[in-house]
């Protein structure tokens, strides 16, 4: 935690040192992302507010400010880099499922939330939008109101922008992604995610490099990124989280999910026990980063979720505010081309100063105090 607070004054107090270092870390977000405000959240049987509500990016902003870094508008690379991993189908959906769900006869909710799922026997695609709801989502933190798909698609081109950052030389950019992406499949939302801004950003990192690695730090295992390249090599997935075997997603992240086909062996899951503090967390991240180094990219995503946080209301782990620092920094020292896409971390009151230090951390590989 020390250390942390050392870099935040001296960011504050405008060392030429750590600022040159931080001018290198440009931040992308779009006001529209803020559009998505989801009312519904069924927990253990009762329906409860959202906890990805828009008043998370007033904490987020405020993190950036803590290091002084300017907010930019993305760019509009239009439907095409999205449809290079969301399949069309679920596309086609997702853009006309809110009209569609508010013209149904009688008195339908105000959001798109599914009621019936196919699982996993043989099935055939739905006509009705409820049935394709039940289709294109795995649970019912998902819920599509009229600013939903708005919100997503400037989320992805946030983790578009950052891409093209990097790709045009820059050596690491934050998109600030709300709605998150992990959790979203290449036909399926989930988890708050509807469209996955990580793997966006990896294939279009992939058309000036060969390999890319994506490292998913979020308290969650990104099972939506794992699922879109579990069968691919030119893509590492190597994901920190809490065990699923009583956490979320459940059904996904375990250890023993390796990749298949010639994806064999290229995704890597290390699952955390419950309250994993710092020193646990970045044992698990050198293994993490170990393996990443041996695969040998040329560019790397971070899937940059918050919430392993001590004060995160999902309180799935315990790491500090100067654990954050420690873990940009480490990731950092790799010295690859990063891009990082926000994914969870949840309103708390220390939320804004996790991620400034995070960043912080990632601004001080190779600066001394």
Known sequence: MQLAREWLRASAAGDECFNRKAKDLRAIYHPDQAGHDPSFFLVKGRVERSKDSPSRVEHLLAGLARLGLPVEMPQDFGMGPIAAVHSPEYLQYFT????????LPGDPGPEVVPNIHPNHYAATYPRSVVGQTGWHMSDTNCPIGPRSFAAAYRSAQSALTAAEIVMQGAPQAYALCRPPGHHAYGDMAGGSCFLNNSAIAAQALRARHARVAILDIDIHHGNGTQGIFYDRADVLTVSIHRDPAEFYPFHWGHACERGAGVGEGYNLNLPLPPATGDDLYLRSLDAALDRIALYAPTALVVATGL????ADPYAGASVTTGGFFRIGAAIAALGLP??????????????SENLASFLGGACSSGVSA
């Open 96 to 103: 006309s499922a809110y009209d569609r769900w508010q013209a």
């Open 307 to 310: 919430d392993a946080s001590e």
């Open 338 to 351: 990063t891009v990082y896409c926000q994914e969870g971390g949840y309103v708390s009151e220390i939320l």
